[in-house]
Nanobody, 123 residues
Framework: QVQLVESGGGLVQAGGSLSLSCAASGRTFINYAMGWFRQAPGKEREFVASINRSGGWTNYADSVKGRFTISRDNAKTTVYLQMNSLKSEDTAVYYC????????????????WGQGTQVTVSS
């Protein structure tokens, strides 16, 4: 069992930045690839970014490439999402998730999820 707790969401103006954190506890953090997803009202949950176990490889959705950066600190058992140049369409609840391996982008590949944190970008 892995417990995930997101933090750092909030309200920001378009063009601004936010940094999300996801603290993990339970099983060994380094055994899991980590991902960030988001879900806007009335829309399906969508992939944002993922990072492999060591942190050496990352994968991004085209919509956030060049603006968002995923990273992890295995010593602190935390994964981060730095979001820059935010747009109104980035408004959503952001979730972190843990998967067994690789750089998965499908929600079904992730076995553990946090409760989510709201990000609202005002235009």
């Amino acid at each position: 069992q892995v417990q995930l707790v997101e933090s750092g969401g909030g309200l920001v103006q378009a063009g601004g930045s936010l940094s999300l954190s996801c603290a993990a506890s339970g099983r060994t953090f380094i055994n899991y690839a980590m991902g960030w997803f988001r879900q806007a009202p009335g829309k399906e949950r969508e992939f944002v970014a993922s990072i492999n176990r060591s942190g050496g490889w990352t994968n991004y959705a085209d919509s956030v490439k060049g603006r968002f950066t995923i990273s992890r600190d295995n010593a602190k058992t935390t994964v981060y999402l730095q979001m820059n140049s935010l747009k109104s369409e980035d408004t959503a609840v952001y979730y972190c998730a843990a998967a067994g391996n690789g750089l998965p982008s499908a929600p079904g590949s992730y076995g553990y999820w946090g409760q989510g944190t709201q990000v609202t970008v005002s235009s």
